[in-house]
């Protein structure tokens, strides 16, 4: 006997013909997020995946842990291997759930049949070992609607799995399936969730984060790290670059009109991000955006946003309220970093009365005013910062 993980790979189901590619992609990150437990064996078997450890030293609640955090997994679950031999099944269902089904109060079985040379079919092994657990565990009730542990054996071709309740995974695409977009990342509570939004969705992240420093801290971009750290729990290495943006930001400051600073900042924002996106070979740029949350945020602004940018920009959180975003941010743990009181370079320059309803042509002729600000887009640029998050 030996204990394994199962994984169940929800939506992939669905990925027909290409569905084994989807697996291969998803063992892949199972085996990086591992490795640092140690050696792991997969075997994609019908709708699982089979996740032994190759050393018994090995702890099972650190990797049930690390793969609850792994996209494309819809469900896993702890189970116990034993010969197919209905005894040997009916032993190891009771000592290897003995814990489960003495705090439990009611329960009911399910069983699988693979191996149709098995004697039992699966409404008999269900009714049998249901006698003999109830026989076992007096205090114990049969729900068959809403128990409070779901005992399952699965009987394959080579052994039996016996496993309890199964334990909800993060679901979504394995990342890396969808392609490469980068973040626009910032210390506030909403880009962080849409990078973890869009990852859920097979994306490989890597992200970009303006830094104006004197007006900007230290302590602000390793905020950034830090939810970044957070993210790349559920998605893996995000590659990250730091621009310097003082520059930019004091010429905006200093040529362009003030109800324009906030549209025109986020505009270089996309135009120095879709350049490094480009040499990621990513396909979209990512931001945080809600409509109609600040004042850069409303429809006509964004349009104005857009158009500084030849790739697409998702925006997962475009029709989210802030409560909704919020709950994302607390389930990923990154609230409480994200209100730590740092401010971030949107913060800097903020105009008393930003124009909500910009025009297009007249953003066009207040960003024009900055005369060398394809110079300093290019020293940016050059400037970038490096930093690997894992």
Do not use: W
Not at 113 to 132: N, Q, T, V
Not at 219 to 232: D, T
Not at 257 to 281: D, G, H, V, W
Request: glycine letters at 6%; proline letters at 4%; a negative charge.
């Amino acid at each position: 006997m030996k204990e394994i993980i199962l994984i169940k790979n929800g939506e992939l189901a669905l990925k027909g013909l290409n569905r084994s590619s989807f697996e291969d992609i998803l063992i892949k990150n199972m085996k990086r997020r591992l490795k640092e437990l140690g050696d792991f064996n997969f075997t994609k078997s019908q709708s699982t995946i089979v996740v032994e450890p190759v050393s018994e030293d090995i702890d099972l609640d650190d990797a049930v842990e690390i793969l609850e955090r792994v996209f494309g997994i819809a469900a896993l679950s702890r189970a116990m291997t034993c010969e197919k031999d209905f005894e040997k099944i009916k032993e190891t269902a009771v000592s290897y759930l003995e814990d489960e089904l003495e705090d439990a109060r009611t329960f009911k079985v399910e069983a699988k049949r693979s191996d149709k040379h098995f004697p039992l079919k699966s409404p008999e092994i269900a009714r049998e070992l249901g006698g003999y657990i109830l026989s076992k565990f007096n205090h114990l009730k049969v729900d068959v609607h809403n128990p409070e542990i779901t005992v399952t054996v699965e009987v394959r071709d080579s052994h039996a799995f016996i496993r309890g309740n199964n334990i909800k995974g993060a679901g979504g695409m394995p990342t890396g399936t969808s392609g490469r977009g980068a973040i626009l990342i910032s210390g506030g509570i909403d880009s962080p969730v849409a990078a973890y939004m869009m990852a859920k969705r097979g994306i490989e992240l890597c992200a970009v984060h303006f830094a104006s420093p004197p007006y900007t801290s230290e302590l602000a971009e390793l905020k950034v790290m830090e939810l970044l750290k957070k993210v790349a729990r559920y998605s893996g290495v995000i590659t990250t670059y730091v621009v310097p943006f003082t520059k930019l930001q004091e010429a905006i400051r200093d040529n362009c009109p003030e109800e324009y600073f906030t549209i025109i900042m986020r505009r270089i924002m996309m135009m120095l991000a879709e350049r490094l996106a480009k040499s990621q070979n990513c396909s979209a740029l990512i931001t945080g955006e809600s409509v109609g949350q600040v004042a850069s945020q409303t429809i006509y602004a964004l349009a104005c946003t857009d158009c500084a940018a030849d790739m697409p920009v998702f925006r997962p959180c475009i029709g989210m309220d802030k409560e909704e975003i919020i709950r994302i941010s607390r389930k990923i743990d990154t609230f409480e970093t994200s209100i730590q009181p740092y401010e971030d370079c949107c913060t800097v320059f903020t105009p008393k009365h930003p124009r909500t309803r910009p025009k297009l042509e007249d953003v066009l002729l207040a960003e024009a005013k900055i005369e060398n600000l394809e110079e300093l887009m290019n020293e940016a640029y050059e400037n970038v910062k490096k930093v690997i998050i894992s």
